[in-house]
């Protein structure tokens, strides 16, 4: 069983930065895959950022590009997402997911395709305004 549990949200101005966390309960072994996913109202989750524990492999999704990165924090068991350069339309609801399994492993990094994670946390807001 994996927990994890997303802070770091928060409302900020166009062109700001948030920084989110995602701690998990257990130790996250070679081969997860963790994901970031948001999801705006009406919109569906789509994943925004992966990491592979293994390689520390990282995909992002082409509307983050140059905006937001990935690190990890062993010792702390901790996943971030650094948002910079911050828009409108990055105002949804973000979420944590692990997937231990590494289904979500296409070989050199971790798919975005939230069908492929069963471990998530519970969401933290975040609101841009412009």
């Known amino acids: 069983q994996v927990q994890l549990a997303e802070s770091g949200g928060g409302s900020v101005q166009a062109g700001g930065s948030l920084r989110l966390s995602c701690v998990a309960s257990?130790?996250?072994?070679?081969?997860?895959?963790m994901g970031w996913f948001r999801q705006a109202p009406g919109k569906e989750r789509e994943g925004v950022a992966t990491?592979?524990?293994?390689?520390?492999?990282?995909y992002f999704t082409d509307s983050v590009k140059g905006r937001f990165t990935i690190s990890q924090d062993n010792a702390k068991n901790t996943l971030y997402l650094q948002m910079n350069s911050l828009k409108p339309e990055d105002t949804a609801m973000y979420y944590c997911?692990?997937?231990?399994?590494?289904?979500?492993?296409?070989?050199?990094?971790?798919?975005?395709?939230?069908?492929?994670?069963?471990?998530w946390g519970q969401g933290t807001q975040v609101t841009v305004s412009s």
């Open positions: 997911a692990a997937d231990p399994s590494r289904t979500a492993y296409g070989g050199s990094w971790c798919s975005p395709r939230k069908d492929l994670y069963n471990y």
């Open positions: 990491f592979y524990y293994g390689g520390g492999t990282t």
């Open positions: 257990g130790h996250i072994y070679r081969g997860y895959c």
